[in-house]
């Protein structure tokens, strides 16, 4: 069975820009959550997606978005970036149930850097 | 609040060492699950156990094991005859019942295996 994908896995931009990261989970997993990873704040939550729903959201401003599509790709929009927006996104995706926890399948990630 | 603490930031050990990578959460959930994840270089987040609440019982992978006490709110894991490529950074993260996929993450602690 393929892993998760991501990408592109490395992308460059500058600041004021707008930016696309697509995932594609396992075959069959239904839930995609998004992560950033940076030296300074380590691994925070995005947002999941469930059945093409946002089902849970962390803290982050209203500049990053998600959606999801009826194949369980996903998509994350980061806009206007700012310097402090470079950081590793992670996907991960897990069969996705209303109840227990999944485990989560991560993706190689992709590094965003802004200039 | 959730939370994980990982007061190992960096440990250095040499070949054939066992060592102890410590974990310790906070959560008010009576159910919850513990996860750990190894990060290599490369990136992506290889998934390694998980542990609901309710099952203390510890555990044994090869060189890999798990230490869970509720008692101390604790989740530590160790490598036993450690190898080179064990090398990386590992993550202890939490999530709890309600919370979809959402894991909170701690700091990670980097493993340095020299030979």
């Known amino acids: 069975k393929a892993g998760v994908t991501q990408t592109p896995r490395y992308l460059i931009k500058t600041r004021g820009q707008q930016v696309t990261l697509s995932c594609s989970p396992i075959?069959?997993?239904?839930?995609v959550s998004w992560y950033q990873q940076t030296p300074g704040q380590g691994l925070q939550f995005l947002f999941e997606?469930?059945?093409?729903?946002?089902?849970n959201k962390g803290n982050f401003p209203g500049r990053f978005s998600g959606r999801q599509f009826s194949n369980s790709r996903s998509e994350m929009n980061v806009s206007t970036l700012e310097l402090g927006d470079s950081a590793l996104y992670l996907c991960?995706?897990?069969?996705?149930?209303?109840?227990?926890?999944?485990?989560?399948?991560f993706g190689p990630g992709t590094r965003l850097t802004v200039l | 609040a959730q939370k994980v603490t990982q007061a190992q930031t960096e440990i250095s050990v040499v070949e054939k060492e066992d060592v102890t990578l410590d974990c310790v959460y906070e959560t008010r959930d009576t159910t919850y699950y513990l996860f750990w994840y190894k990060q290599p270089p490369s990136g992506e987040l290889v998934f390694l156990i998980r542990r609901n609440s309710f099952d203390e019982q510890n555990e044994i992978s090869g060189r890999y094991s798990w230490n869970f006490q509720k008692s101390t709110s604790s989740f530590n894991f160790t490598i036993t005859a450690s190898q080179v490529v064990d090398s990386a950074v590992y993550f202890c993260a939490l999530s709890y019942n309600n919370a979809g996929n959402m894991l909170t993450f701690g700091g990670g602690t980097r493993l340095m295996v020299k030979p």
């Open positions: 997606y469930f059945s093409e729903t946002q089902r």
């Open positions: 991960a995706s897990s069969p996705g149930r209303e109840g227990p926890t999944d485990t989560q399948y």
């Open positions: 075959s069959g997993h239904r839930s």
